[in-house]
């Protein structure tokens, strides 16, 4: 019992994580192990090397023999043994392989496999039956497949050599699979070439992966096409079987013909010119990216070489394809969705993963190696350092790049050896993180160092955008001070138009101004422009939004808290540059107030203000320059600067999806109520209080539904204050409303705010202020029905609130009908409205997108609701109110209106609404038309949240909604 706790003690403090276990293996061999002690030791897992070295030696006691004779095939074997517990398992099921490590390097892999199956190299022709075939197809790959790792692991082959081999090892099994077909498929008319894709193509692969492949077929002479493709078809399919098929020794790996012309749902085999007819016509960016890595792999190779060479010619000018901008932003995309669906512990699609690597060298050497043949390389890291020789990605970038690729390829390759599966996650226990950092040569802590290694690497690979894209467009227009090659202004224009930017010249003098020079401001901007021209190029309109940044810049580059927010507040800088790049009208006014560029750091910064703050601020700007020596232009010019602010605000908060359209005009509305009382409190001091003034609400304001383009629709009441002349106190007014409309329409860098007074009795015949009595005696002698219409609109807005009340409880009898209307009240309605639509519509514009005036607009569904309240509020308090989407609620909860017909009038009136102020946003001036100009419905189609290659389901969507709509119009307002 001692001697055995002494043993286990010592097995232990040799490095045996089980000592226990690890004595009771070498007990159960019979024999002295002293002597491959220290080599075990040495190896990733001890504990797994030895479990699987006592196995083999209970089944081959030979083999003891020959690691005690041969030190390199000790080395080899336990080192192998030491990471793969399956290769361990093979070695015992077959331990005959164990010489097979004492070969320095072994023949030729495709001319063994062939005689693996029985098939004779030269004729291609199986003489083993397919069961006995498939099998020793399978154990001649892994006894290959282990003689490479164990040089691997020995440092006997680079990574490189490890990839290539692993490749052309693919390509062997293939070609042994492909004569394994031929026992089953009589071929003799048709000629199949086996193209490599991906990893193989690039002779890159890993241990286990799968092998992305297409075919292509020629009949040969004198045979029939169709039934050739038939047949080429059936062997395709039976050597991807053949790979593919359990067997006692398992399975090789998956064949996968995805990346053939339509994918999955695309014929497995088709001849040469019909996937050159697909790719002239059809194929997309990433299919052209994909093709980077053809090869001829198996099969016919001078025809996989004909191929190759005739898509290699499209493949090289692709970047010049009129959809190349759109398919990037695409694949970006999609490699953005895969690192945020998985893990942080991903090595291939995690942030800093194998994919954002291999993504951006793909990028680069689309845009630039069409004229530079140099690129042209298939492997990633000859790629990298073609790209860093000829100045398109800098020497100290290229270098840390491929160093972070190779070591996150070493780690896939050691996950996938333990067990001979396809992983890419990064595991968590203390057991598996050991040996993989001890089999990367890291002794002292292995855990610790293997975690910081792969972090460090990671967060380099990570900012690739910044490092591959966008730092030599820096190089290409400023005078750094720089050894290495720069890109010339031909290429840097070439990667910026690849990104997006449609005048690339004009965007590099922008850059070009923002970043030469020695001052502080010029060497903060080369810090942050590499990360801002990548969130420009994901805005709608990149160029618009780096003239933006730099017009802004230009203003507030020597305000020494800009650029430090820029530079220190991520979230600040991401959505300045996505604001600029949406949004002609608010970069507008981000132009005349640079300092709201403070409120884009958080979503409580955008969130609406309520009423009752603005006011408080609106009033003490009043008092402050009315009382003081401004006057009232500068009074009023401070609350329009208030405005401005707000309205950027609200902008900016809509861009960012944070407050849906009913809050959008809600605040605008509230905004423009604010505004006009803090004029009117202007107007009223200048002229003097002689009469009491409201301010009613019309259209749109009335509604709380203002659009960023909506005017100010008001009526005008006063009433004289007591003992004060009806005459002197409507001069007075008079003056009021004429002082008012003065002051918001002075020139000023902001929005104006127009004031539009016709809805009042008599338009513009009529007086622009009236008393309440002058309006109840108007009313009750000549108020016509669509006057009634209009008044269901009205509300207060500014000025005296009791006069305000008074006037909307006046006119309420008049909106709110008792009894309803008179059938000929409704069909004068219906006639009036069916008027405007064949009058109103402007000359030349398409009814179908027009979102105020076309079929299922916002004219029809106002129309239905107000309908609705002139037939029943007068009975029903609920459908009081100036809102349109509430008056269609509170004719649902009256069983007015069917719930279904409600949703979609809403939908129809969101949408428009919202499309109309997306124009405003975009373009800085009105709009109520969907644009026919692709270019512009495309801005449009994004603002609103489609991805740049939506214009088409955009449009596609307006249309169903308005036509939905339209038939609940023609039904509920028409009676149709």
């Not at 298939?378 to 073609?386: Q, V, W």
């Not at 990367?440 to 792969?454: H, I, K, N, S, Y």
């Not at 009340?805 to 008179?822: H, K, N, S, V």
């Amino acid at each position: 019992m001692p001697r055995i706790e002494s043993t286990t003690a010592r097995l232990a403090k040799l490095g045996f994580a089980d000592g226990a276990r690890a004595a009771q293996l070498i007990r159960q061999t019979g024999t002295d192990l002293d002597d491959l002690l220290e080599s075990l030791v040495g190896v990733a897992d001890p504990d797994l090397a030895l479990l699987s070295l006592t196995r083999l030696i209970e089944r081959e006691p030979a083999v003891l023999d020959a690691l005690r004779q041969d030190d390199d095939l000790k080395v080899r074997l336990l080192a192998v043994l030491g990471v793969s517990a399956a290769l361990g398992e093979h070695v015992v099921r077959h331990p005959g392989q164990v010489a097979w490590l004492a070969e320095p390097r072994l023949g030729e892999a495709r001319t063994e496999l062939l005689r693996a199956v029985g098939a004779d190299p030269a004729e291609l022709e199986p003489v083993a039956t397919e069961e006995k075939a498939l099998v020793a197809l399978r154990v001649a790959y892994r006894g290959r497949l282990m003689h490479l790792v164990a040089r691997d692991l020995t440092g006997q082959a680079s990574l490189q050599e490890v990839m290539s081999e692993l490749s052309d090892l693919a390509g062997a099994a293939l070609e042994a699979a492909l004569a394994i077909a031929r026992a089953e498929v009589d071929a003799s008319d048709v000629r199949l070439a086996v193209v490599g894709m991906g990893k193989c193509g690039a002779r890159e692969l890993n241990y286990i992966s799968d092998v992305d492949v297409i075919f292509v077929a020629e009949p040969r002479e004198g045979a029939d096409e169709a039934k050739a493709l038939r047949t080429a078809t059936r062997l395709a399919q039976a050597m991807m079987r053949a790979c593919t098929a359990t067997t006692p020794e398992g399975s090789l790996w998956e064949v996968d013909a995805g990346l053939r012309p339509e994918g999955r749902s695309g014929p497995l085999v088709r001849t040469l010119g019909s996937h050159l007819a697909y790719y002239r016509r059809w194929a997309k960016t990433w299919e052209f990216q994909a093709l980077l890595k053809a090869r001829p792999v198996a099969g016919d190779m001078a025809l996989g070489a004909v191929y190759v060479e005739a898509v290699n010619e499209m493949v090289w000018s692709a970047a010049t394809r009129e959809d190349f901008v759109e398919d990037v932003q695409s694949m970006r995309r999609r490699v953005e969705a895969h690192v945020r669906a998985e893990g942080e512990r991903q090595l291939k699609l995690g942030p800093g993963g194998l994919r954002d690597i291999e993504f951006a060298v793909q990028l680069l050497q689309l845009v630039h190696g069409r004229l530079d043949p140099l690129l042209r390389r298939r492997a990633t890291l000859s790629a990298l350092a073609a790209l860093s020789r000829g100045g398109y990605v800098g020497r100290d970038d290229s270098r840390s790049l491929a160093e972070a690729y190779s070591f996150l390829r070493q780690v896939e390759h050691l996950l996938q050896l333990h067990r001979l599966r396809r992983t890419h996650i990064v595991p968590t226990g203390e057991d598996d993180l050991r040996r993989l950092g001890r089999a990367l040569g890291m002794q002292a802590d292995p855990v610790g160092e293997f975690t910081a290694r792969w972090r460090r690497h990671a967060m380099e690979a990570r900012r690739l955008h910044e490092k591959l894209f966008y730092r030599p467009l820096l190089q290409a227009v400023s005078r750094l001070q720089e050894s290495e090659a720069r890109l010339s202004a031909t290429a840097a224009a070439a990667r910026l138009e690849a990104l997006g930017y449609v005048d690339p010249m004009g965007a590099l003098r922008h850059i070009g101004a923002l970043t030469s020079g020695v001052s502080r401001r010029a060497a903060i901007q080369r810090t942050l422009l590499p990360v801002m021209l990548g969130w420009f190029a994901d805005a709608p309109d990149p160029d618009a939004a780096l003239l933006g940044f730099r017009q802004v810049s230009d203003k507030l580059g020597s305000t020494p808290w800009y650029l430090r927010l820029l530079r220190d507040e991520t979230a600040v800088a991401a959505r300045m540059a996505r604001v600029l790049g949406t949004s002609r009208y608010a970069t507008g006014l981000l132009m005349n107030a640079p300092e709201a560029v403070a409120m884009l750091g958080s979503d409580g910064e955008l969130a609406v203000r309520p009423q009752e703050s603005l006011l408080g601020e609106a009033s003490s700007a009043v008092s402050r320059h009315v009382d003081g020596d401004g006057g009232a232009e500068t009074a009023v010019a401070a609350v329009r600067a208030l405005r401005r602010r707000e309205l950027f605000r609200i902008a900016v908060a809509d861009i960012f999806g944070l407050a849906d359209i009913e809050t959008v005009g809600g605040a605008l509305s509230s905004l423009t109520d604010v505004t006009l009382q803090a004029a009117l409190d202007t107007a009223l001091s200048k002229v003097g209080n002689v009469t009491s003034f409201a301010i009613i609400a019309m259209g749109r304001l009335g509604g709380m539904e203002c659009s960023y383009a909506s005017d100010a629709d008001v009526m005008f009441v006063h009433q004289p204050l007591p003992g004060v002349e009806e005459r002197e106190a409507t001069d007075a007014a008079f003056a009021v409303a004429n002082e008012l409309r003065r002051l918001l329409s002075l020139p000023a860098p902001d929005p104006p705010l127009i004031i539009d007074p016709d809805l009042r009795p008599e338009g513009r015949q009529g007086p622009l202020a009236r008393t309440l009595a002058s309006y109840r005696a108007y009313y009750a002698r000549w108020s016509s029905p669509w006057e009634s219409q209009a008044l269901l609109r009205a509300r207060f807005s500014a000025g005296d609130a009791e006069l305000g009340a008074a006037f909307t409880q006046m006119i309420d009898e008049l909106r709110y009908p008792q009894g309803g209307l008179p059938d000929d009240a409704v069909r004068e309605i219906r006639r009036l409205k069916a008027r405007m639509e064949a009058e109103r519509l402007p000359r030349g514009a398409d009814p179908g997108l027009h979102t105020k005036l076309g079929p299922g607009g916002l004219s029809d569904v106002e129309w239905v609701a107000q309908l609705l309240q002139l037939r029943y509020a007068g009975t029903l308090p609920s459908l009081r109110t100036t809102r349109t989407l509430d008056a269609l609620r509170a004719a649902v909860a009256e069983e007015l209106l069917a719930p279904a017909d409600e949703a979609v009038l809403a939908e129809a009136w969101r949408f428009a609404s919202r499309i109309r102020d997306a124009i405003m946003l975009v373009k800085g001036r009105p709009g109520d038309s969907v644009p026919r100009d692709a270019s512009e419905r495309k801005l449009i189609a994004q603002t609103l949240g489609y991805p740049p290659d939506g214009s088409e389901d955009f449009l596609d969507d307006y249309r169903r909604v308005t036509r939905r709509a339209r038939l609940v119009v023609d039904r509920v307002f028409y009676g149709a």
